[in-house]
């Protein structure tokens, strides 16, 4: 068993585009980190931002977004409105002090299995330099309440 | 924060199955270490694992257990959803269970095959399984959705392929609409005068399919239209057309030609002719062009410019001609969509180092075809530019635009093929006349297609192996000078080669239409990066696309030749014919519904759906999703903001609780959650 | 606006009219050159072909001079050569880790140091033709140069390599031949434009150097050019200098005079000729000249039908932009 911290991952893959791009690394045996467990939802625009807040405070120190190319969603433009809801989440959690490696967008399409597989390693390592998020320390203080760090003008 | 739907359910019973796949899974993951901890699971009944789940043994141990444990959920840890998702939906449907009770974890592409650590990988594997558990638990029964399929087809493109596939679902008793752009149909092969390898006429090919869509009750042949808007779902589109007014009222209209003959205003024929010949501002494209009435170009015709002239109208048999003839806008349903909208020739222009445009006598292969076409501007004599003189020396020059970086990366398939015709022609039109063909490689890999080579080699055709370089008029040498002088290394010997010429024929190469991207996106299609429609499977679907009831047919798909074309237009009318024979078919049942009750009237959703699928109805004040038109993205199901929208199959409880079941090893202490 | 200046060895002697010319316009075009203080020579052709790093450090000190005197500002090479040294060595530097580290050692020894990227390279054209621009160009011409027929000649290295981001096109550039129409004269087609004039082959193989250059002055001579217009010291001192020997080996007779296109804008400006550096050229400019109207050209009317007899329709050519 390795003492190396190992970062845990959630990746959103959508049906059509990503979620092929990682099976096709896997059929082309690629090997990468183990680290991103995958979710299978439909488009990447179903994506609702309640989850990327669940999945970090259920104790995954990193959220994966991919979808379609732009110009490529099998349902037109679902990627479009992800990427406007991740601009925005990322806004917010850049105020809670959430470093900005935590929660990623990529896109990639069915054939991208390599360029899947090579973002998931290195989000991987800036997640392990970056430590784990532990989130209810950071984010929320012990008591319930939370504590929005001031940042610095 | 969240608000997780508490629902008072009874306990579930989960059947869990995990997959060996021969090694391709038990090599890396522990599996019976998986199916023992997953067997601890409250809600599991039962955990097994086996060699190989996708046999009928493996399935039958599902319906097995299904029957004699009363199981009420399966999870199947094995590969890809899209390799078995139907197949263990099914054998949970023949178990007694509803299919959608099923979730599979995805423990090969995504975790056995993608590393090396067994012991991650075991751990991983034991994730995915758990959030399979946590989620299946709160699946609902769901049952397809049956829609009728209207037999009607509409065609759009009027070429070859689109030919094929509308008299073939004509002639199989079903309606068809073919819509065509231009005035009539034929589209690139008309243009065309011999085709490879057996060097058939064209046009003799062609036209007698062309007459059969002209004469066939079953098609209602719209020319000079073009679609304008789709609305709909399979089974019931509803197609807009425009067709556009052509000045000419069809049922006067004897095709006599005597407005063509009196018209005063001749042009460039940029279309049919390739630049290469004229027409009048009122035309037919060609003698034999269906449907034969003429066609009145606007920006070109006097009367329409400067208000004189109308010589046509005066001297018309019938009184055919109507100058206030009016666009029609026309409507109706069909069930599927064929599109075979075709290619555009790679603009030679972009390469300024071939000369096309600046060098008199350096041609296009549209062009060329056109000239050695005995109904073409020279009757078919291969010429100059002067139009008079028979060159002595030709150059055709391979891979224009193809198979290069700066332009286009792909291989054009065919242009190998029609350069060895080319040279034939040549050849056969003037035998004294040296041809040198410059080629990469020569691609012939159609039945016949190698003979032709070795015929062309026989012919005493120079074939240069090396890119062309440059063409150019600076001449250097003695002997060169008033030559046209290609420059290319020839690979074979390992030299440069300057050869002098009177006559060039870039071979361009097969481009997408340059408006494929908005035609795509009218009939909610995709394009590739470089604009041919994509198909649904590249290798085991290549004329379905990823919208239920559109298919694409032709070069429109990717380039190549007449017999591919066909073959895909004849695919296209068979899977659509298929459709239409099912008379009902089912449909995928992931679609999202919006809860009246906690419908806030934001309309926020409204115009968010690329389907348009949601309506707001006034009176209630609420927003509808018309269950049909939906194709389940579930983008309206993030956005709603009071919650209000269900993505069946995907609801926020069942991704929430998968993601809480993907977690367990990383779990927060329980008392620090839900805070 | 402000540009760093890097002027070369030639534009010291032999192509002192280069200078001239462009010293005489920069003022009317709103170019401030700050020279490099304690410039030295860029290498040539040369330097790069017996051994490289200490090429690039030769070109290197140059660069670390530059970004320390005028920071980040647009260093403007006018010859050709020294550009695409220039040019070359920052890429080169940038690409490849070890060449920056050695070169960086080089450098320190002079207590430089150079980081790459800092200073962007241009050359003259460019700055001439995308940052001052047409229009403004256009403006100021007092005295067009009606009826003059050009040849604009590129030379090779400009327009290349095509990785490295030209701002022209490679095969077929276009800038200058837009600018000389600006000034109002005919710029004539010439096909080998951007092909080699043969550069320092007059001193290694005179021969091969003469026949480029016989090559180049046949193709301004076939399509009816009265004059080349340059944009490097090297092009022009080949064709005009070797002009007459061209002659006397292949027994032609061309008498194509080779400007600098500097001293046609300064001409166009109006600006005397003394000034620009006229006269200084070995093949007389001034029959060429004496071709100069003051009537523009007649406007061709277009023909209502494009109707030949005998010949088949062109392609029509989409305008340049």
């Known amino acids: 068993m390795s003492e190396q911290y190992e970062p845990v991952i959630v990746g959103f893959l959508c049906n059509w585009c990503s979620y092929r791009a990682a099976d096709l690394a896997g059929t082309s045996r690629i090997k990468y980190a183990p680290n991103m467990r995958p979710i299978r939802v439909m488009c990447s625009g179903r994506v609702d931002p309640q989850f990327v807040l669940k999945a970090l405070r259920n104790g995954a120190d990193g959220v994966l977004i991919a979808g379609c190319h732009p110009g490529e969603c099998h349902y037109v433009n679902g990627n479009i409105k992800a990427l406007r809801r991740y601009t925005m989440l990322k806004k917010a959690l850049d105020q809670w002090g959430i470093e900005e490696e935590r929660v990623q967008l990529l896109w990639a399409s069915a054939s991208e299995g390599t360029k899947l597989a090579e973002r998931v390693n290195t989000m991987t390592e800036e997640l392990r330099a970056l430590g784990p998020l532990r989130w209810h320390e950071k984010v929320l203080a012990d008591n319930g309440a939370h504590r929005v760090p001031v940042k610095e003008a | ?675 | 606006m402000k540009y760093g200046y890097y002027p070369g060895c030639s534009m010291e002697k032999n192509a002192r009219s280069y200078h001239t010319s462009l010293m005489a316009i920069a003022e009317h075009l709103d170019l401030d050159f700050e020279e490099v203080e304690d410039w030295n020579c860029c290498g040539a052709t040369e330097y790069f072909a017996i051994n490289d790093i200490p090429a690039y450090a030769l070109v290197g000190r140059n660069l670390a001079i530059a970004s320390k005197q005028n920071g980040s500002q647009k260093l403007v090479a006018p010859c050709s050569a020294c550009f695409l040294n220039l040019k070359k060595t920052d890429h080169i530097m940038a690409e490849h880790k070890n060449v920056n580290e050695k070169v960086n050692i080089a450098l320190e020894e002079g207590g430089l140091s150079y980081q790459p990227g800092t200073v962007s390279v241009h050359h003259l054209l460019e700055i001439i033709v995308k940052d001052v621009g047409l229009e403004a160009i256009e403006e100021k011409v007092q005295r067009p140069l009606y009826d003059l027929r050009i040849a604009p000649y590129y030379g090779c290295m400009v327009p290349r390599p095509a990785d490295m981001e030209s701002f022209d096109d490679p095969e077929h550039p276009t800038s200058m031949d837009t600018l000389m129409e600006r000034l109002g004269a005919i710029v004539v087609d010439f096909p080998l434009k951007a092909q080699c004039c043969g550069g320092h082959m007059t001193q290694i193989s005179e021969e091969t150097a003469l026949e480029l250059i016989r090559r180049l002055l046949k193709n301004a001579d076939d399509y009816g050019a009265d004059m080349i217009s340059t944009l490097c010291p090297m092009c022009q001192l080949n064709l005009d200098a070797y002009q007459d020997a061209v002659n006397a080996h292949f027994g032609t007779d061309y008498h194509i005079p080779v400007m600098y296109f500097t001293q046609l804008i300064g001409l166009a400006f109006g600006i005397p000729e003394k000034e620009l550096g006229f006269g200084k050229e070995i093949v007389s400019a001034q029959p060429a000249l004496r071709k100069i109207s003051d009537e523009p050209p007649q406007k061709k009317k277009r023909r209502r039908r494009p109707r030949r007899r005998t010949g088949l329709p062109m392609p029509t050519m989409p305008e340049e932009g």
Not at chain 2, 31 to 52: L, S, T
Not at chain 2, 101 to 129: C, F, G, P
Not at chain 2, 573 to 593: C, D, F, K, N, W
């Open chain 2, 1 to 675: 924060m969240v608000e997780e739907k508490e629902k008072n359910m009874q306990k579930e019973k989960v059947g869990v199955y995990i997959c060996h796949c021969g090694s391709n899974i038990a090599g890396t993951v522990d599996v019976e270490e998986v199916r023992e901890w997953a067997g601890n699971n409250p809600n599991v009944e039962v955990a097994r694992d086996y060699e190989f789940m996708c046999s009928s043994t493996g399935q039958e141990l599902i319906e097995k257990d299904i029957k004699e444990k009363g199981l009420t959920r399966v999870v199947v840890a094995s590969c890809s959803p899209h390799m078995h998702e139907k197949t263990f939906r099914g054998a949970t449907e023949r178990g007694g269970l509803n299919p959608f009770l099923y979730e599979m974890a995805n423990i090969r592409e995504h975790d056995s095959w993608a590393t090396n650590d067994k012991e991650a990988a075991t751990q991983k594997a034991k994730s995915l399984v758990n959030g399979a558990i946590e989620r299946v638990v709160h699946h609902e029964p769901l049952e397809k959705i049956p829609v009728e399929i209207n037999p009607n087809t509409l065609v759009v493109g009027g070429g070859i392929a689109g030919i094929t596939a509308a008299l073939e679902l004509a002639n199989s008793g079903n309606h068809v609409y073919l819509v065509e752009r231009e005035g009539t149909i034929g589209g690139h092969m008309a243009q065309i005068d011999k085709t490879f390898p057996t060097l058939d006429c064209s046009a003799c090919i062609l036209t007698p399919k062309m007459v059969d869509v002209g004469q066939h009750d079953n098609i209602t042949l719209l020319t000079y239209s073009e679609v304008e808007k789709v609305d709909g779902y399979i089974g019931n589109f509803e197609i807009s057309v425009r067709k556009k007014a052509r000045c000419v009222e069809e049922e006067l209209c004897t095709s006599c030609g005597i407005c063509e003959e009196k018209c005063p205003a001749q042009v460039v024929d940029e279309g049919y002719g390739a630049g290469l010949g004229y027409r009048k501002a009122i035309y037919r494209a060609f003698p034999q062009a269906v449907p034969g009435y003429p066609v009145l170009d606007k920006e070109n015709c006097i009367y329409f410019q400067t208000g004189k002239c109308r010589a046509c109208e005066k001297f018309c048999p019938t009184e055919a001609i109507n100058f206030e003839q009016e666009d029609e806008m026309l409507k109706f349903n069909v069930g599927n969509i064929i599109i075979a909208t075709g290619y555009d020739l790679f603009d030679a222009r972009q390469i300024p180092q071939y000369g096309y445009g600046r060098l008199e006598n350096v041609f296009t292969s549209l062009e060329f075809e056109r000239m050695v076409n005995a109904s073409g501007p020279t009757g078919g004599h291969v010429v100059l530019r002067d139009g008079e003189t028979e060159p002595e020396r030709v150059a055709i020059v391979h891979c224009v635009g193809s198979r290069d970086k700066n332009y286009n990366e792909y291989c054009s398939k065919v242009c190998c093929m029609y350069s060895l015709k080319f040279a034939h022609l040549v050849h056969e039109h003037l035998p004294e006349t040296e041809v040198y063909d410059f080629y990469i490689d020569m691609r012939t890999p159609g039945k016949g297609y190698e003979e032709f080579y070795n015929r062309l080699l026989k012919e005493d055709t120079h074939f240069i192996r090396g890119r062309v370089a440059e063409i150019t008029d600076a001449d250097h040498q003695p002997g060169e000078e008033g030559k046209l002088i290609v420059q290319a290394e020839n690979t074979l010997l390992g030299k440069q080669q300057r050869v002098p010429v009177d006559m060039v024929i870039l071979s361009a190469g097969i481009e997408a239409r340059a408006d494929s991207e908005k035609v795509a996106n009218l009939f909610k299609m995709g394009c590739d990066y470089d604009g041919f429609f994509n198909e649904r499977h590249p290798k085991l679907a290549p004329v379905a696309t990823m919208t239920d009831g559109v298919f694409i047919a032709g070069a429109c798909q990717g380039p190549k030749d007449i017999p591919e074309t066909v073959a895909q237009g004849g695919a296209a009318a068979s899977q659509v014919a298929s459709l239409i024979g099912q008379g009902t078919v089912m449909m995928e049942p992931v679609r999202a519904s919006i809860r009246e009750e906690d419908c806030s009237g934001c309309r926020i959703c409204n115009n968010l759906c690329p389907y348009n699928a949601i309506e707001f109805d006034a009176e209630k004040e609420v927003s509808e999703v018309i269950t049909a038109l939906c194709q389940g993205c579930g983008t309206c199901v993030a956005a709603c903001p009071s919650g209000a929208i269900d993505g069946a199959h995907f609801t926020n409880t069942q991704v929430m609780s998968e993601l809480q079941g993907l977690l367990w090893d990383v779990q927060p202490a329980p008392e620090k959650v839900n805070v």
